[in-house]
């Protein structure tokens, strides 16, 4: 691998949610390198160097290996002994059982909201993000749009009162995640579209219509797939064979 690559770019998930002290050097190696796999910063199907990573992140090769060995039980690196460990290319098994998680528990989640006795705090925050969402869409600033989309997301987990649950739908949704990053980068054009949906689960919410707020949701999520195919014919060096 070049020289030139660096593991020490700030992951947004150990950022946000695995900074304490007790987490092991294993962990922060394992979330700096999801987050650079999910972000596209490290290339599906690219080779990656157990002794490059320990050397540039400054451990040693034990938590190395025990992350490049999670992220191998999680897909997103192939280890081939012999031949090395490579980020793993997107698979449609793995992102059909992202999407599958990652609906089910936020359909669940919405849901949740639409039963909450005063739910106009969140929807003055969800609101928010929907302008935040229009302001970054109309600059071009996908890094912050995707962000303020993952916020508004995350506020509806955590006013269900259940805060600790968007880990986990992070967790979920990894290799649907990096199919996001790519559509945003080149086939998502309207996103017009992602702020009217939002726009539409809110209203649910405020209605109180836990039926409409699943179903919105439903259908908000599922939009990916809509992409995939388009992402596949313009990246299928990305994709497994």
């Known amino acids: ?51 490059l990573i320990s050397e540039e992140m400054g451990v040693s090769r034990t938590p190395v290996r025990e992350a490049l060995a999670r992220l191998a039980s999680h897909h997103l690196v192939d280890i081939y ?11 449609q098994p793995d992102l059909e059982r992202s999407q599958f998680m990652r609906e089910a528990l936020e359909t669940a989640l919405v849901t949740r909201v639409t039963k ?24 071009s600033d996908l890094p912050r749009f995707y962000q303020s989309d993952e916020d508004f997301h995350r506020l509806i ?16 949704k990894l290799h649907m995640d990096r199919c996001r990053h790519l559509a945003l980068a080149s086939v998502e054009k309207d996103f017009g579209i992602i702020t009217l949906q939002h726009i539409a689960i809110i209203d649910a919410i405020e209605a109180g219509d836990a039926a409409v707020a699943c179903d919105t949701m ?19 060096h990305y994709f497994d064979k």
Not at 218 to 236: A, D
């Open 1 to 51: 691998m070049p020289k030139t690559k660096s593991y020490l770019k700030v992951p947004s998930f150990q950022a946000m949610h695995l900074t304490d002290e007790r987490q092991s050097l294993a962990d922060n190696v394992y979330w700096t390198l999801c987050d650079q796999i999910v972000g596209l910063v490290l290339k599906p199907s690219s080779a990656i160097s157990e002794k």
């Open 81 to 91: 002994p012999q031949r090395g460990t490579f980020i793993a290319p997107l698979r």
């Open 116 to 139: 909450l006795p005063d739910c106009t705090e969140l929807i003055t925050k969800l609101r928010t993000e929907v302008e935040l969402q229009r302001t970054f869409a109309r600059i």
């Open 157 to 172: 987990a955590t006013y269900a009162g259940l805060p600790g649950l968007w880990l986990e739908i992070q967790r979920s």
């Open 218 to 236: 439903r259908h908000h999520l599922r939009r990916i797939f809509n992409t995939v195919n388009q992402i596949m014919e313009l990246h299928p």
